[in-house]
């Protein structure tokens, strides 16, 4: 049941949207780690990261050495995907995991004002408290543009966070 | 949920529940041996202060961040330094810190205590690893428990236990801490047994001292020794000691003081109180079914058991035959450093003085026989004064860690080496050669004229400012004193005088704290501990810490000198050799060129014949690595052009901002630091040569990284992450 505005063709209803955003936040609030992809000389390449989501789910933030190889790809070229899922490395994952891909664009947060990703970070990871304190960590910003939410082997949701609700 | 227990109400001696050392006394108790009063804060308040500070992980990445098998003793005692601030700066649950409270106000404040570690990777019965963790006497009131809990708790990873992890199976997942707490016994004599002579099978010892036995136990005290038949306990022989001092409580530490006359006179024990010591370990022994070793404590006619464990006989130490306990050995006392300080000072001396000797030796003007001889008794003096350099001047390195531990267990400061700063209080003879060497560059550049003999190679031509501060680098630092002979023809000299001219460019400056700074660290410190006798010992150690920091350098420097008197004894012998036959001698053994010496028509076997092999095509690497890590010695971020250093020559070939990867600095090598853009170490530690003179000049260094100088190759491009340890390699040159 839709309230308000019509929903434009194709789009999943209210109800619906609730839902899937929900698995979404359950994937980034559960999960702690996630596999980043970055690009390096127009071949990807990949990263296991820790990783933390704004509640709003439009932001991710991780924490790297700037001595690697994922930032100096990401300086680069900003474009950015990571796969967050909850498999458990077993026969019915094919069925039962979900996993969400994070497509965006990815800024060292140096250059953003507001340093709220390394408390988020810290509050996620408290363990690595030191690791993203270093002056020689970065605390990388992932502006989220798209979710791809794949659930029971084959079914893939796209949530487009530019022009979300 | 209750986390403390009195000992006598224990349900279960579980071992995983209350630790090795509380279940073993549990179950002595239980066997009517007189033990004293105890309290166990079991395994579970440890985890729950590791949950509640999220400590787990922290750990888990402190022993996983490089292979704990490829660490120095130097790492580990790292790793744990930094657990053990981790430790210090969290906070006890509420639930956990009223518990303690409750048991101190209602059981424990009218005496004194122990808090003694009792870990569940001891297993007392099987095993005996004595000081894997830390005990701590005469607390006397709760703040202080508090803290010491803590570090008993943070001792379950000791650089000692790391050491031995592997036998004891340590994990984060399956090893945990209790803490026994016991009333401390004001034993008038105190006391070890061993059940079974370890050197006679038929004997029983006991050994006593009046007072507590700690001093014993620590070797402070000497003990009186009587040699009992295992059988019957017959006295066969007392070997009296002088008995002139005692260990006795403290305010807050047991203390030293002078015996009275009536104990001087009088063995600390008499004929019935030895039969009750030999009753009781004998009745150890026959519980545990295995000779023991017994401390004791008599407090009136009251004889306590105060620990069991099977005996294990410490052989001498070899660092080649185990370097482990030789690592561990290191670790001195407080009393024993002081012992080493002393005599170090009369060895600085000493070592000044004969290395002056060889030094005015006009070795030119000796006969053959005579430069012979000379040859010999260097070679003598070197190898006492290395044997010395191993015995005395590197345990007295132990200072500046003994300071480290006890300025970080009372300031708890943010950063675990923030001691070094008061450390670095005044400059090493390696920096100031530093120093030296820019004040030599800055006279050579200041006249064009030297330049020109520089580069013309009419090295005698030089300016007198510049010889004569040449010679005095070599008299004070110990370069080589083939240097003042302005040889150009010498290969050392020529890329010695072709790098200093460079260096005064690209030299950086040494960055040090502003004094303002490390007075207000260093006031900080001696204000945490009551003025008087406390204070003063704090200063002390604070100074022995310094001394200790300086000699770390300044002690390869005097040792250097030896070294380079054999060379420059051998340099002659080469020198008479070639003017004296055509041969080339470039194959001869240092024996050998002594031999020609001697016997001129000696003739070496044919040297073998050294080919260049070229290297083989290098075909499709399967596998190689690109980023490494070691232990972050030295704060910064940079990335530049590595240069591998084989051997100080290579040195001179470093160029400014390259990043130098080698085994290990040597003070000989810290020349070159003030150029280099970063330092890559394969040997690991905060506090090695490396590391302590990277910070001097703020560049970013990496230290024990295993691989260095296999996987990096001079002319790759890598970047080195001072802060977190990360060696990565960039672009492959």
Redesign the interface.
């Given at each position: 049941m839709n309230h308000g505005t019509e929903s434009p063709r194709n789009d999943l209803s209210d109800f619906e949207y609730a839902k899937t955003m929900e698995i979404v936040r359950q994937l980034l609030n559960e999960q702690k780690v996630g596999i980043l992809a970055t690009i390096n000389s127009n071949k990807p390449y990949t990263s296991i990261v820790g990783f933390a989501a704004t509640d709003d789910l439009k932001t991710i933030y991780f924490g790297t050495?700037?001595?690697?190889?994922k930032f100096?790809n990401i300086q680069d070229n900003p474009n950015v995907s990571i796969l967050i899922d909850n498999r458990k490395n077993l026969g019915s994952d094919f069925s039962k995991a979900a996993a969400l891909t994070c497509m965006g664009i990815a800024s060292s947060e140096d250059d953003s004002p507001d340093h709220l990703g390394i408390n988020h970070l810290i509050n996620r990871?408290?363990?690595?408290?030191?690791?993203f304190n270093?002056?020689?960590?970065k605390i990388i910003k992932i502006c989220v543009s798209k979710y791809s939410l794949v659930l029971r082997f084959q079914e893939v949701t796209e949530i487009d966070m530019e022009t979300s609700k | 949920m209750s986390y403390i227990f009195a000992l006598n109400e224990v349900k279960i001696d579980a071992n995983n529940l209350i630790g090795g050392k509380a279940a073993s006394l549990f179950r002595l108790q239980k066997e009517n041996f007189l033990i004293p009063d105890s309290f166990v804060i079991s395994t579970e308040a440890y985890e729950s202060f590791v949950e509640g500070n999220?400590?787990?992980?922290?750990i888990?990445?402190e022993l996983n961040r490089k292979d704990l098998n490829q660490c120095r003793w130097e790492e580990l005692w790292d790793i744990s330094l930094r657990i053990k601030n981790s430790f210090l700066k969290g906070k006890l649950s509420n639930h956990l810190k009223d518990e303690i409270t409750a048991l101190f106000h209602e059981e424990l404040k009218d005496s004194k205590l122990a808090a003694r570690s009792s870990s569940t990777v001891e297993d007392s019965a099987n095993r005996s690893f004595a000081g894997l963790h830390d005990s701590y006497l005469d607390i006397s009131n709760l703040s202080q428990l508090i803290q010491k809990i803590k570090l008993i708790w943070a001792s379950l990873w000791s650089d000692a236990a790391l050491s031995y992890r592997k036998e004891l199976d340590l994990s984060t997942e399956n090893s945990s801490m209790a803490v026994l707490l016991q009333k401390m016994i004001n034993g008038q004599s105190s006391g070890i047994a061993f059940s079974q002579n370890p050197f006679d099978a038929k004997q029983t010892v006991i050994e006593a001292v009046y007072g507590i036995n700690q001093g014993l136990v620590d070797g402070k005290i000497e003990p009186d020794r009587w040699f009992l038949n295992r059988q019957g306990g017959k006295l066969l022989k007392h070997a009296a000691a002088l008995r002139e001092e005692k260990l006795v409580s403290g305010t807050s530490k047991p203390k030293i003081i002078k015996t009275k006359k009536s104990e001087k006179i009088n063995p600390p024990l008499n004929e019935r109180q030895l039969k009750k010591v030999f009753e009781l370990c004998c009745n150890a022994e026959s519980y545990y079914h295995k000779p023991q070793d017994v401390e004791w404590t008599f407090e009136a006619e009251r004889l306590f058991l105060l620990q069991s464990r099977p005996i294990t006989v410490k052989s001498t130490i070899d660092p080649q035959q185990n370097r482990k306990e030789w690592d561990l050995s290191l670790k001195r006392s407080f009393d024993n450093l002081l012992e080493l300080q002393k005599k170090i000072e009369v060895y600085l001396k000493e070592m000044t003085l004969e290395a002056a000797k060889f030094r005015n030796k006009e070795i030119k003007s000796l006969s053959d026989d005579d430069l012979r001889n000379e040859y010999t008794s260097a070679e003598q003096k070197l190898k006492h004064w290395t044997e010395i350099y191993w015995e005395t001047f590197i345990p007295y390195g132990h200072g500046m860690r003994l300071f480290g531990q006890i300025y970080n267990e009372v300031i708890c400061p943010d950063d675990p080496y923030e001691f070094i700063s008061i450390l670095q209080n005044s400059s090493n003879l390696a920096t100031r050669r530093n120093d030296e060497l820019n004040n030599l560059a800055l006279l050579i550049n200041a006249d064009e004229a030297n330049l020109v003999h520089i580069k013309s190679g009419t090295l005698k031509s030089l300016s007198k400012a510049v010889k004569k501060k040449l010679s005095d680098l070599v008299v004070n630092y110990a370069l080589p004193s083939t240097l003042t002979e302005l040889d150009m023809e010498n290969k050392y000299t020529k890329e010695f005088f072709s790098f200093v001219v460079r260096q005064t460019k690209n030299c950086r400056k040494r960055k040090s704290a502003p004094k303002s700074k490390i007075k207000r660290i260093e006031d900080n410190f001696l204000k945490s501990f009551p003025a008087g006798d406390e204070r003063a010992w704090a200063n002390q150690l604070m100074e022995l810490g310094r001394h200790s920091f300086l000699m770390r350098d300044d002690d390869n420097v005097f040792l250097d000198r030896f070294k380079d008197a054999k060379s420059c004894i051998l340099l002659e012998v080469q020198r008479r050799l070639k003017n004296r036959h055509a041969e080339n001698f470039e194959y001869y053994s240092e024996a050998q060129l002594l031999k020609k010496l001697e016997q001129p028509n000696f003739i070496t076997e044919m040297p073998r014949q050294i080919t260049t092999v070229p290297k083989p095509k290098v075909g499709v690497l399967k596998a190689r690595k690109?980023?490494v890590t070691g232990q972050p010695a030295g704060?910064g971020?940079i990335?530049g052009i590595a240069r591998l250093i084989d051997g100080s020559h290579d040195l001179f070939a470093l160029q400014k901002g390259e990043i130098i990867i080698c085994d290990a600095i040597g003070p000989e090598m810290t020349f070159a630091v003030p150029i280099a853009g970063g330092i890559v170490e394969r040997r690991g530690g905060m506090l090695i040569h490396g590391a302590i003179i990277a910070r001097e000049y703020g560049i970013p260094c990496v230290t024990g990284v295993a691989d260095a100088m296999k996987i990096i190759n001079t002319g790759d491009k890598v970047?080195?992450?001072?802060?977190?340890g990360?060696?990565?390699i960039?672009k492959r040159g």
């Open positions: 050495p700037v001595a690697t190889l100096r990871h408290p363990e690595l408290k030191t690791f270093s002056p020689s960590c | 999220k400590l787990r992980g922290f888990q990445l690109r980023q704060p971020y990335t970047s080195i992450d001072g802060y977190l990360i060696v990565a960039v």
